[in-house]
């Protein structure tokens, strides 16, 4: 079985490589971006304070690391850049935001969080905010009382 070593200690490698804990300040190069969305084929479409564009995760990376909606990126040009105009350099954790910030280098935009996610607490407080951003009228909602008055009494009975 040791075969499976060289492998995880190699995947291991590029997470900390991707992930890196070394919080070096971008080069002039590179660009703060927010991925929007995947686009499969290791494509993804971020956005930086100019513009959006697709990014491309490196051959290196692309059987250990995955991104997601709302992850923040390092992105670097590529020359051949024409539909695809960057390559994702890391992944930014919560502590790179963090020296970024206190450097003065992190985008305004990013700071804005569109749902607040601390400081809530999550029991009532987050059902209420869902209940305000989605108001549904066409169904009773089944989420904490009983189902058999839910459907008829209270359901009128709530506003």
């Known amino acids: 079985m040791h075969r499976s070593h060289p492998s995880i200690s190699r ?7 991707m992930m890196e804990d070394d919080y070096a300040l971008p080069t002039e190069a590179q660009q703060i971006a927010r991925v929007i969305s ?3 084929n290791n494509l993804h479409e971020v956005e930086t304070v100019e513009e959006s564009f697709l990014v491309s995760m490196p051959n290196k990376f692309r059987k250990s690391m995955w991104v997601k909606r709302g992850d923040y990126l390092l992105v670097e040009p590529i020359e051949e850049g024409d539909k695809v105009k960057a390559e994702i350099c890391k992944i930014l954790t919560p502590e790179h935001i963090k020296e970024y910030t206190k450097a003065g280098i992190w985008p305004d935009k ?3 969080k569109p749902v607040p996610e601390e400081g809530t607490s999550q029991s009532k407080d987050d059902s209420d905010f869902e209940d305000d951003l989605l108001p549904n009228t066409n169904r009773p909602v089944n989420r904490d009382s009983s189902d058999e008055e839910e459907d008829e009494e ?6």
């Open 110 to 112: 990013f700071t804005k």
């Open 154 to 159: 209270t359901s009128s009975e709530e506003d």
């Open 11 to 17: 995947r291991k490698h590029l997470m900390k490589e």
């Open 38 to 40: 995947s686009r499969g």
